[in-house]
């Protein structure tokens, strides 16, 4: 069993914003892999299903960002699974727009959300770092990735997130190197 949190802000007013792009890669997964109805449950909204032969919980913190590390918290402590079976979904400033990395581990680069994450859990998660690029001086940053995304942007969004939901199995499997292969050839076909 996987515990796959995206990181995002609760509330219709953010829901095209930078930042939630987490939860809309977890929505994505949820649709593409027919996974079951939304539950609320650990301060936030989980949904169960299968990829592979892996049961896969889905959540979506709904502490706001700054406080999502206590929802995956609770989450890994209910189903009694370390930290080796956590995967967060974030937006990520140091990556291209719309580039995919996965990596164990690693610096915050000032992002609140894994901040809390390690706060609770401790640094050693797996993290999907979803690009969004910078906004080229650090005093932008905050309006940037509170920011809806432009409408040049949402149809590479959309490719984006189809190309994450439709590779998923890799993630499952463990494969990341597979995984984010895979997602950047969908991206360039």
Do not use: C
Not at 8 to 14: D, L, V
Not at 121 to 145: A, M, N, Q
Not at 157 to 172: F, T
């Amino acid at each position: 069993m996987q515990i796959w949190a995206g990181l995002g802000n609760p509330g219709s007013q953010h829901a095209m914003q930078r930042h939630n792009v987490g939860f809309m890669a977890v929505d994505a997964i949820a649709e593409v892999h027919g996974f079951g109805a939304v539950k609320k449950a650990f301060q936030g909204w989980t949904q169960e299903g299968r990829i592979g032969a892996e049961k896969i919980v889905l959540l979506k913190p709904a502490t706001f960002m700054n406080d999502s590390g206590r929802s995956i918290g609770e989450a890994l402590r209910f189903y009694k699974l370390g930290v080796e079976a956590l995967t967060v979904f974030h937006d990520e400033l140091d990556l291209a727009p719309f580039k995919v990395k996965v990596r164990i581990g690693g610096g915050l680069a000032g992002h609140n959300g894994l901040r809390s994450t390690d706060q609770h859990l401790g640094p050693e998660f797996r993290r999907v770092r979803i690009g969004i690029g910078h906004p080229g001086h650090k005093d932008r940053v905050t309006g940037y990735v509170l920011g809806n995304y432009a409408k040049a942007e949402i149809d590479p969004l959309a490719d984006m997130l189809g190309a994450i939901a439709g590779e998923a199995d890799r993630l499952a499997d463990g494969d990341d190197v597979r995984f984010m292969n895979d997602v950047a050839m969908r991206q360039a076909a």
